[in-house]
């Protein structure tokens, strides 16, 4: 477990023009968050509010089903390398209907075993842009038949939405949760 590069948020740590929405949000949350993500963004409530909500579309409002939605989060945390999305993720992904062995193949960075098309659509748009920064002709054009215009949109903002939340987890150091069940992810 790594220590978090932060202290953790306390009303009178934040920008005073942001309490009010630090209360909101403490509030709601039950406490500070200690860990992930949550942790470094409460320093600045107003930033969190937003990406909280965007979050919330994407998990409950989205086109995506949760299956897709879940393993275009395995694969963004796995070719950022982000302990805590992996950590967070891969039993709910597997709980959604990703296999067992394909969860484990993108941990270990070893060959997948078949993919359905679906499947095959979010790892090859996954794994090209952040390999690349560019999503090929091809990758573009399966994801859109598989998810259609809003589904591919939204596919990029769930690994868009990912990249953020990882840059924030492993830019600022923050610890795992101590209770996490998955392996660390081979870095």
């Known amino acids: 477990m790594t220590v ?12 005073e023009t942001q309490r009010t929405t630090f ?6 949350l039950g406490s500070v968050p200690r860990y992930g993500p949550g942790s ?24 995506l089903p949760k299956k897709i939605q879940e393993l275009a989060m395995l694969v963004t945390a ?6 805590h999305i992996w ?9 959604a209907g990703v296999r067992s062995e394909i969860v484990d193949a993108l941990r270990d960075r070893k060959e997948l075993p078949g993919l359905a098309a679906d499947e095959a659509a979010v790892v090859h748009y996954g794994r ?11 990758a573009f054009q399966a994801a859109l038949e ?16 990912y990249s953020l939340l990882a840059l924030l987890i492993n830019s600022f150091d923050t610890d795992l949760p101590p209770d996490r069940t998955e392996p660390l992810l081979p870095v």
């Open 23 to 28: 209360d909101e949000m403490v509030k709601g």
């Open 146 to 161: 598989q998810f259609g215009r809003q589904g591919v949109v939204e596919l990029g903002l769930v690994m868009g939405n």
């Open 128 to 138: 090209e842009f952040f390999r690349t920064h560019r999503v090929s002709r091809g």
């Open 4 to 15: 978090a590069r932060l202290p953790l948020a306390t009303r009178e740590s934040v920008p």
């Open 87 to 95: 950590n967070a993720h891969a039993a709910s992904a597997r709980k």
């Open 40 to 63: 470094v963004l409460i320093h600045v409530p107003r930033a969190h509010q937003w990406a909280t909500l965007l979050n919330h579309y994407l998990r409950e409002e989205s086109s």
């Open 78 to 83: 796995r070719e950022l390398d982000c302990q």
